[in-house]
């Protein structure tokens, strides 16, 4: 069974940046499509950054382009680039992966549908 653990995250002052990691175990690893997602309380789940071998496509929430890069400099890795960091994007980040079925990069942070995903780390920004 598939499995993530992120880290990276902490508390960052506005303006700031974070690199946060994710790292697959289990078997087998591999997934149609993979991201970031992240939530903050009382807000809905948000599709931050997704790949997806579909479509050999990535996609970005339009609340981060421009500010967010993620990379996967591992096969067993999703890394995620956080620059400019504002308080709206203190949250849960979390990454997460569409398994079973195909998805494009856009439809999985849209639709916020994944099978499987971690326990996520915690990301504040503030000053």
């Known amino acids: 069974q598939l499995q993530f653990v992120e880290s990276g995250g902490g508390l960052v002052q506005p303006g700031g940046s974070l690199r946060l990691s994710c790292t697959a175990s289990g078997f087998p690893l591999d997934w149609n499509a993979i991201g970031w997602f992240r939530q903050a309380p009382g807000k809905e789940r948000e599709g931050v950054s997704c790949?997806?071998?579909?479509?050999?496509?990535q996609h970005y929430a339009d609340a981060v382009k421009g500010r967010f890069t993620v990379s996967r400099d591992a096969p067993n890795t999703l890394d995620l680039q956080m620059n400019s960091l504002q308080p709206e994007d203190t949250g849960t980040y979390f990454c997460a992966a569409v398994v079973h079925g195909v998805a494009t990069a856009r439809a999985m942070c849209v639709l916020r549908e994944y099978d499987t995903r971690g326990p996520g780390t915690q990301v504040t920004v503030s000053s």
């Open positions: 790949i997806s071998k579909a479509d050999h496509t």
